[in-house]
């Protein structure tokens, strides 16, 4: 039996933009990308504490104990995805309650952290109300509010659309 471990955290999705359309062009140059995706997101994580839960194709799922240190981390690494060659990515990133395993992880926390990252623009942080609430004394991390929006199949939102915030660099 699967032991099943349950943790508050601040969940972060990471996506690159483009990629199907990139394998179709260049697969070489596509999964140079990828790879370099991989490096400085694996290298950002561990150095804010981290944890990579799961790699699946050009995205990411990880972990961080607090709201602030994956926000830390999400500006570093959209700051060194920016350098030569460039890496379009999407980050999403949300806190509550989660469940893992060695194979699987589940909970609200993480599907509310994909629908966001799914609404994110290219190069861009969006962060819940929830990571904003978090984060807005920290004087180095400034955020601009989006407004509400409701997110597909999240029903616990339905009452109260969820705030979104983008993260400036």
């Given amino acids: 039996m699967k032991k099943i471990q349950r943790r508050l955290a601040a969940v972060m999705f990471t996506d690159m ?9 260049d697969e070489t140059i596509a999964n140079q990308l990828r790879e370099r995706h991989r490096e400085v997101f694996t290298n950002y994580t561990k150095a804010h504490d981290g944890e990579i ?14 709201a602030a240190a ?12 920016k350098k030569d060659p460039p890496v379009a990515l999407r980050i999403g990133i949300h806190t ?10 589940f909970g609200d926390g993480v599907n509310v952290a994909s629908r966001i990252e799914s609404l994110c623009v290219p190069g861009g942080i969006f962060i819940s109300g929830k990571v904003y609430d978090d984060i807005k004394n920290h004087t180095r991390l400034r955020a601009v509010p989006l407004g509400k929006f409701s997110l597909k199949n999240i029903s616990q939102l ?12």
């Fill in 158 to 169: 339905l009452l109260q659309p969820l705030p979104l915030f983008r993260r400036r660099l």
């Fill in 53 to 66: 839960l799961q790699y699946f194709g050009d995205g990411t799922l990880s972990i961080y104990p607090s």
């Fill in 17 to 25: 933009v483009g990629y199907s359309a990139m394998m179709q062009k």
């Fill in 96 to 105: 509550g309650d989660i469940s893992y395993s060695e194979e699987d992880v």
């Fill in 70 to 81: 994956a926000v830390e981390c999400a500006v570093d690494i959209q700051k060194e995805l």
